[in-house]
Every structure is written in C-alpha cells, then in structure tokens.
C-alpha cells in the first residue's frame, strides 16, 4: 500500500472519530429519542447517499455482484444492531459503564484480526491497548461505587447482567461490521455505507415514534446534520479507512472518539474537566502514537542477559 494511501485512512479514521464524538451533542439537542434519531439518521443519510450513488452510475453495475451486496446487508445488520444494543444497555446500567463495555470493541477487533490473520497480536499492541483502556477509565471518570454495586448484586442483578450484555454485543457486532467493510474492498465506501443505511431504515421503521416527531426547525436541523455529516459523510471517510488501515490501528484510533466526547461536553454543556480526565486523555493520546509509530517495548530480559554475559 503506498504511504499516501496509509496517510489517508489515518486522517479519515481521526475525522470520523471526532465526528462520533459529536454526535451525543446533537442527539441532546434535538429532544428526540434514540428511535427517531438513528431512523431519520438512516433516511437523510441514505438519501443523500443514493443520490450521489446515482449521480456517479453506480447502482446498476453494483447489483450484478450479488455476493458481495449480501456480506454488504450483513454489515448493514450488525451495524444497526449495534446501535440498538449500545442504547438499550443505557436503561439498565448507568452509562459511564455501559460505555467502559462497549469499548472492549478494539480489544476484540485486535483479537479477531489476529484469529483471522493467524498471527498473535504483539506484547506492545496489547500493552497500548491496556494504556488506551486505563485512559478511557480515566476519562469516563466511572464511578467505583456503581462498579461495586454491579458486582456484588447490590442493584438488579438481572438487569445489570442483561446492561452489560447488551454492551458487550454491541462491541462484538461493532467488532463484526468493521471486518465485514474490510472484506468489500471492491465497493466503494459510500455504496457499502447507502445499502447499511437502506437496511437501518427497514429495521428501524416499525419502532419509530411518528407521535413524538420535531415541533420546531432547529431540531430537524440538529437531525438533518446528523444524517448528512454525522452518518452520510463520516461512515463514507470511516469505510474508506477501514478498508485502508490494519486492525490494530483502527482499534487504537476509535478511542479518540471518548477525547473528542469529553471536549464536546465541556464546550456544548459547561461540563468541567478534571485533572484525571486530562490524564486520561494524554494516555490515550500516547497510546495512538505508540501504535502509529510502531514504538516497541524494551526488552529488559534479553538486556539483562546481555549485560550478564559482558
């Protein structure tokens, strides 16, 4: 692969991170409820897509592979899955750690990668991995109170199980739709993304709240940008990536997404940030960077044994 195509997934998977980032934001302002958000996401998203899929005439020639356009579907399932899995999980467990769950995706994506490859992941990726985990802690500021209560069944026990589950699946169907993408090279990023969007509107219709939909122009904008740059736009660049970039790396960079959340938070809400959560977001950061710049652990034993033989 050339460098410059490298570069390019690189810069994509940032900008889509932070753009996930973002996306709380919008869900909060626009006052609707998960259903009616990730539905109109699908509908604007996807309409936007198939025009510009029609625009370049691509449809007709991407019918005829009908095997791919079935792993396409499949990713279009999983992906919509998750969202529901992710969100549902919020009723259940308090959602500092439902997000803490659902980011075990990278763990995962690291471990299926290398299941696939037949290779082992290195010491150090699983070290930078560990680092990014323990700064997300950090960020998502989780309270070892809840944490305690979950454990030792002081709340529902059953939903406590059932919130994590969910969470948990939500990782692994995240964990299925990224390796998917990266087995359809041959489509273009925003085909894969129109056909996803095209199933996400299929699944989501029978639960959509039409009672409850925008009394005012400002949330439909909020939902309007969330289809065309938070879904149309960012899974375009995101495929893009995940067809370009190993799994190792783009597990590493999807926790930027937490950063930029924290950030968001601070400067759409007020919220504060603590001295914890800046080192948090500097552990992550080095994380990135450890795993972007192929920085390898010291080998102490092999030093050692060197030094005892000179």
């Given at each position: 692969?050339?460098?410059?195509?490298?570069?390019?997934g690189?810069?994509?998977?940032?900008?889509?991170?932070m753009?996930?980032?973002?996306?709380?934001?919008?869900?909060?302002?626009?006052?609707?409820?998960?259903w009616?958000?990730?539905?109109?996401?699908?509908?604007?998203?996807?309409?936007l897509?198939?025009?510009?899929?029609?625009?370049?005439?691509?449809?007709?020639?991407?019918?005829?592979?009908?095997?791919?356009?079935?792993?396409?579907?499949?990713?279009?399932?999983?992906?919509?899955?998750?969202w529901?899995?992710?969100?549902?999980?919020?009723?259940?467990?308090?959602?500092?750690?439902?997000?803490?769950?659902?980011?075990?995706?990278?763990?995962?994506?690291?471990?299926?990668?290398?299941?696939l490859?037949?290779?082992?992941?290195?010491?150090?990726?699983?070290?930078?991995?560990?680092?990014?985990?323990?700064g997300?802690?950090?960020v998502?500021?989780?309270?070892?109170?809840?944490?305690?209560?979950?454990?030792?069944g002081?709340?529902?026990?059953?939903?406590?199980?059932?919130?994590?589950?969910?969470?948990?699946?939500?990782?692994?169907?995240?964990?299925?739709?990224?390796?998917i993408?990266?087995?359809?090279?041959?489509?273009?990023p925003?085909?894969?993304?129109?056909?996803?969007?095209?199933?996400?509107?299929?699944?989501?219709l029978?639960?959509?709240?039409?009672?409850?939909?925008?009394?005012?122009?400002?949330?439909?904008?909020?939902l309007?940008?969330?289809?065309?740059?938070?879904?149309?736009?960012?899974?375009?660049?995101?495929?893009d990536?995940?067809?370009?970039?190993?799994?190792?790396?783009?597990?590493?960079?999807?926790?930027?997404y937490?950063i930029?959340?924290?950030?968001?938070?601070?400067?759409?809400?007020?919220?504060?940030?603590?001295?914890?959560?800046?080192v948090?977001?500097?552990?992550?950061?080095?994380?990135?960077?450890?795993?972007?710049?192929?920085?390898?652990?010291?080998?102490w034993?092999?030093?050692?044994?060197t030094?005892?033989?000179?």
């Amino acid at each position: 692969m050339k460098v410059n195509e490298m570069t390019k997934g690189n810069l994509e998977m940032i900008l889509a991170m932070m753009l996930s980032g973002t996306i709380g934001y919008f869900v909060v302002h626009s006052g609707q409820s998960f259903w009616n958000v990730v539905f109109f996401r699908c509908v604007i998203g996807g309409g936007l897509l198939l025009a510009y899929a029609f625009y370049r005439g691509v449809l007709p020639e991407a019918l005829k592979q009908r095997s791919i356009l079935l792993l396409v579907l499949l990713g279009g399932v999983t992906l919509v899955a998750n969202w529901v899995f992710l969100f549902a999980s919020f009723s259940y467990i308090p959602f500092s750690i439902a997000t803490v769950a659902y980011h075990t995706q990278p763990l995962m994506l690291v471990l299926a990668g290398a299941f696939l490859s037949r290779q082992a992941p290195t010491g150090s990726l699983i070290f930078w991995l560990i680092v990014s985990f323990t700064g997300l802690w950090f960020v998502i500021e989780l309270d070892m109170a809840e944490v305690r209560s979950l454990l030792q069944g002081d709340s529902n026990s059953f939903e406590a199980v059932l919130g994590l589950g969910l969470a948990l699946a939500a990782a692994l169907l995240y964990t299925a739709t990224t390796l998917i993408t990266k087995q359809v090279r041959s489509v273009p990023p925003y085909l894969v993304a129109l056909i996803q969007m095209g199933v996400g509107v299929l699944m989501l219709l029978p639960f959509v709240q039409w009672e409850a939909l925008p009394s005012n122009n400002i949330a439909w904008l909020d939902l309007f940008i969330l289809g065309a740059i938070n879904t149309s736009f960012m899974y375009i660049i995101m495929y893009d990536a995940f067809q370009k970039l190993p799994t190792n790396l783009l597990a590493i960079l999807s926790f930027i997404y937490p950063i930029t959340a924290l950030f968001v938070d601070h400067i759409a809400f007020a919220t504060h940030i603590s001295f914890w959560q800046l080192v948090g977001v500097a552990l992550i950061l080095l994380s990135v960077c450890a795993v972007k710049f192929d920085w390898s652990l010291p080998k102490w034993g092999r030093q050692s044994s060197t030094k005892g033989v000179s």
